[in-house]
Nanobody
Framework: QVQLMESGGGLVQPGGSLRLSCAAS????????MGWYRQAPGKERELVAT??????????NYADSVKGRFTISSDLLKNSVYLQMNSLKPEDTAVYYC?????????WGQGTQVTVSS
């Protein structure tokens, strides 16, 4: 069982920035997929961004709604994935979940609340 520990959520004004972090309790290997999803009140959980590292190359994928504003990154030595969120909008308000797909199994973090409001 892999535990995921998220941090970095909070309250921010529109146009502000936040950085989410997620650390896994087990080693993350090249080829494993790490990512972030979010769920707003009354809505289904949706993909925000994913990243996988193969050799020295990182492959990232973003939802259209966050392209150009959010950046996903990972550090395999720290078994961690990050989400830098800039130019935040009220519609980014949601619970953000870390997700890892590792050797046929998927794992979720407990979620961290991000609220964008003036």
């Amino acid at each position: 069982q892999v535990q995921l520990m998220e941090s970095g959520g909070g309250l921010v004004q529109p146009g502000g920035s936040l950085r989410l972090s997620c650390a896994a309790s087990a080693k993350i290997f090249s080829g494993n997929v790490m990512g972030w999803y979010r769920q707003a009140p009354g809505k289904e959980r949706e993909l925000v961004a994913t990243i996988t590292s193969v050799g020295n190359t990182n492959y990232a994928n973003y939802a259209d709604s966050v392209k150009g504003r959010f950046t996903i990154s990972s550090d395999l030595l720290k078994n961690s994935v990050y989400l830098q969120m800039n130019s935040l909008k009220p519609e980014d308000t949601a619970v953000y979940y870390c997700h890892i797909a590792r050797f046929g199994f998927t794992y979720w973090g407990q979620g961290t609340q991000v609220t964008v409001s003036s």
